[in-house]
């Protein structure tokens, strides 16, 4: 390509990881190389309000909306475009605001990473950075992430799901949470991310103010069992013939690697490479990678995994198919450590979401039938 990419910047959404996507968004536009990127920046409100202007980022940061457009995206393959929406003398005027290529959306949570947005960029024709609808909305759901898991000898730790239609008789859901286990137990949405609604309960009587506080951001409440575990990431890049890096283990200050750890509180300990054994890290990339190809991942996705500091078995926890790209994330500083720069880890997974859409592109759409005696 002769000409500059247009490459469109997605982030904010209507999740309760709104703040962190700025965050990500911010190291990500700080980084993109403007000889290579023409870019345009498209921001989603909390409350789920496509805005474009001038550094949206800022407005979103600052919450004043005064000199942004409203904006959308419609779903016309032939016009993969954003959209400003102005009022003009009573009359709402819809603009083209700029052509894109493709698209990263920086989006964490619901509305963002759970396969919606995918679904609007395959109606559009437009090709994008990481997971499809596939992808994404298995490996947002904790709860069927793990049946998937399970169903490929991959090791998942124990849990059970509650409904929130089950709120209603919280004595027979504790009953639920008392039968299945020792305590501790985790507590958490099963639609969520960056530790969002989670919480580490070591008794019955915490248990159900927990399970109140992750009913507020999903329907589906997963109870996992508590294990005594070394907390190990690792970061998969690619489509077809993905990579792993090597592994890094947090150790954090407080009693899990919780919202505040991982965006706010930077005491907590990165250990890059993670001290394992040959044999472990092994075993941690193959089932990294099995999981990716699993759930039909592309483009990126982080790999969490417990390893029992007693019994030394290893269990994968979730797959983050949009993982954080603050300054502090895992997911750039184990590339790092492998030997792919920020930068260059940005540049290739824009080209790996260009070379999907290539390959997507040679499947056949269309169907002519012809009945017999035609």
């Known amino acids: ?9 997605l982030f904010g959404g209507r999740s309760g990881e709104h703040a962190v996507s700025l965050v990500s968004a911010q190291s990500v536009l700080e980084t993109l190389d403007h000889a290579k990127y023409q870019i345009t920046q498209i921001g989603i409100t909390e409350d789920g309000d496509w805005l474009v202007g001038d550094d949206v980022l800022a407005a979103l940061v600052k919450k004043d909306f ?3 457009s409203a904006a959308a995206m419609f779903p016309a393959p032939s016009r993969p475009e954003v959209y400003s929406l102005k009022r003009v003398d009573g009359v709402e005027v819809v603009e083209i605001f700029a052509e894109l290529d493709v698209i990263f959306p920086i989006l ?9 947005m995918q679904g609007l960029f395959e109606l559009n024709d437009l090709a994008y950075v990481g997971a499809g609808v596939l992808g994404s909305s298995v490996g947002m759901d904790k709860a069927l992430f793990k049946d998937v898991m399970i169903a490929n000898q991959i090791p998942v730790a124990p849990s059970i799901l509650i409904h929130s239609s089950e709120l209603k008789d919280m004595e027979a859901v504790l009953c639920k949470v008392s039968e299945f286990g020792e305590f501790p137990v985790f507590i958490k949405p099963a639609n969520m991310g960056s530790s969002v609604g989670v919480h580490k309960c070591s008794d019955i009587e915490e248990a159900a103010e927990c399970i109140l506080d992750a009913a507020r951001y999903d329907r589906r409440i997963l109870v996992e069992k508590g294990i005594n575990a070394r907390e190990i990431e690792l970061s998969v890049l690619g489509n077809q013939s993905p990579k792993v890096s090597i592994p890094g283990e947090i150790r954090p200050t407080a009693e899990f690697y919780s919202y505040e750890a991982k965006y706010h509180d930077d005491s907590s300990e990165l250990i890059i490479p993670a001290r394992l054994r040959a044999e472990q890290i092994e075993r941690l990339q193959d089932y990294a990678l099995r999981a990716y190809q699993a759930i039909d991942c592309a483009g990126m996705a982080r790999a969490d995994f417990l390893l ?6 290893i269990f994968l926890n979730e797959i983050n198919t949009i993982p954080g790209f603050t300054p502090i994330s895992m997911y750039p500083k184990l590339w790092k450590a492998s030997g792919l720069s920020y930068a260059d880890l940005i540049d290739e997974l824009i080209r790996l979401a260009i070379e999907r859409k290539r390959e997507k592109d040679q499947i056949i759409r269309k169907y002519d039938y012809k009945v017999k005696g035609d």
Request: glycine fraction near 18%; avoid cysteine; charged fraction near 35%.
């Open 1 to 9: 390509m002769d000409r500059l990419i247009r490459l469109g910047v």
């Open 308 to 313: 029992d500091k007693e019994t030394g078995e």
């Open 66 to 68: 005064t000199d942004l």
């Open 108 to 116: 964490h949570g619901t509305f963002g990473e759970d396969g919606t």
